[in-house]
């Protein structure tokens, strides 16, 4: 077999078309995720009320830190990107993405347990993940790309 036509695009599979489009596309639902992550709790305050059985101080209270604890923990995220990324870009993702499976699992718990303090820490944690993937999504997609 000739060398030089596993230098073509059709046979090589890491410059295809098609597998830098899946790539692309996978490596974009961080970005779909840090949007979810935003959006998710800002409009559910009457809801999360009720089920913490908060009165109107309560509310004042922790619906800011509910939803804002996601930005502030997204700017530490974008700063440990820099670290994890000299594993490889690849292997950061990965690392990423199992940390946000992690990272949603706390949030879960929090309704189980009925805890608004395992609540504040799984949004912390998914804050965290949404700033990797910020980071990381982009310098991948860039990375991958045949051009």
């Known amino acids: 077999m000739d060398n030089s036509s596993l230098l073509k695009e059709e046979n090589n599979p890491i410059k295809s078309r098609t597998y830098v489009v899946l790539m692309v596309l996978n490596a ?4 779909f995720y840090f949007g979810y992550e935003m959006a998710v ?13 908060w009165d109107k101080h ?30 490889g870009r690849r292997v950061a993702i990965i690392l990423t993405d199992v940390f946000s499976i ?30 990797l993937n910020s980071a990381l999504v982009p310098l991948y997609i860039r990375e991958i790309s045949p051009i």
């Open 58 to 87: 309560d509310k004042d209270l922790y619906i800011p830190w509910i939803v804002s604890i996601i930005s502030i923990s997204a700017l530490f995220g974008a700063l440990l990107a820099g670290p994890l990324s000299k594993l």
């Open 41 to 53: 709790l800002n409009t559910s305050e009457d809801k999360l009320t009720a089920h913490f059985k």
């Open 102 to 131: 992690l990272a949603i699992g706390v949030c879960l718990l929090s309704f189980y347990n009925i805890n608004v303090w395992v609540l504040l820490l799984g949004r912390l944690l998914c804050g965290i993940s949404v700033g």
């Open 28 to 31: 974009t639902l961080g970005s």
